[in-house]
C-alpha cells in the first residue's frame, strides 16, 4: 500500500509548539480519525522513562527510516516501506508479547490514560484529553488501586471529586 495523505499522518503534519510558558508539545495532525472521522490535532509531550513518545519517534525514525514521501508510521516490507495499519500493528504486538511471555492484552488494552492518571493527571483532564463526551473511559481503567490511591486518603475533597466523576448521576 502506498502513502495516501487523506488517510496516512505525513511527516509535514508533525510539528513542533511552544506556549507562553515555555512549555514544549509534538503536534500531529491526523488527517482522518475514526471518531469523529474528520481531521483533528493530537499533541504529546515529552516524559520522563520509558513511556516518553519523543524517544519512541526517534527510535522508530532511526530503526525504519520512512522516506519524507511515505507514511510517517510505515515499516520496511521487503524492499519498500508500508504504512503501519492497525492489523499489522496488533499482529507485532502479540509477536512481541509472545517472545516476552507476557499475556496479550488487546489493542483495545493499550491505554495511555493509565500512564497520563498514575502521574497525577486529573479524570477531568483525561476525559478533555481523551476526547470523552462522557465518563464512560472510566470502564477502561487498569491498575484500579494504584489510580484511585492519591483519591481515597485522608482528603475529603479529593475523595469527593473522585465518587463526583465515578459515580452514575441521580435521574
Known amino acids: 500500500t502506498s502513502c495516501d495523505p487523506a488517510i496516512h499522518v505525513k511527516h509535514s503534519n508533525v510539528t513542533d509548539v511552544t506556549d507562553r510558558n515555555g512549555l514544549k508539545q509534538t503536534n500531529f495532525f491526523l488527517p482522518k480519525t475514526k471518531s469523529p472521522p474528520h481531521s483533528e490535532n493530537v499533541y504529546w509531550a515529552e516524559q520522563d522513562g520509558q513511556s516518553d513518545p519523543k524517544s519512541t519517534l526517534a527510535n522508530h525514525l532511526a530503526v525504519n527510516a520512512p522516506p519524507a514521501n511515505s507514511a510517517l508510521f510505515s515499516y520496511i516490507h521487503g524492499t519498500s516501506h508500508r504504512p503501519l495499519t492497525k492489523t499489522t500493528f496488533r499482529k507485532r504486538l502479540v509477536e512481541a508479547f509472545r517472545a516476552a511471555d507476557i499475556d496479550f492484552i488487546h489493542v483495545h488494552g493499550i491505554r495511555i490514560a493509565v500512564e497520563y492518571l498514575l502521574h497525577g493527571i486529573s479524570f477531568e483532564v483525561m476525559k478533555a484529553k481523551g476526547r470523552w463526551a462522557s465518563d464512560a473511559f472510566t470502564i477502561y481503567l487498569r491498575r484500579h488501586a494504584e489510580i484511585m490511591a ?16 465515578m459515580m452514575p448521576r441521580v435521574r
Open 150 to 165: 492519591p483519591y481515597m486518603q485522608a482528603k475529603p475533597q479529593l475523595h469527593a471529586n473522585v465518587l463526583r466523576i
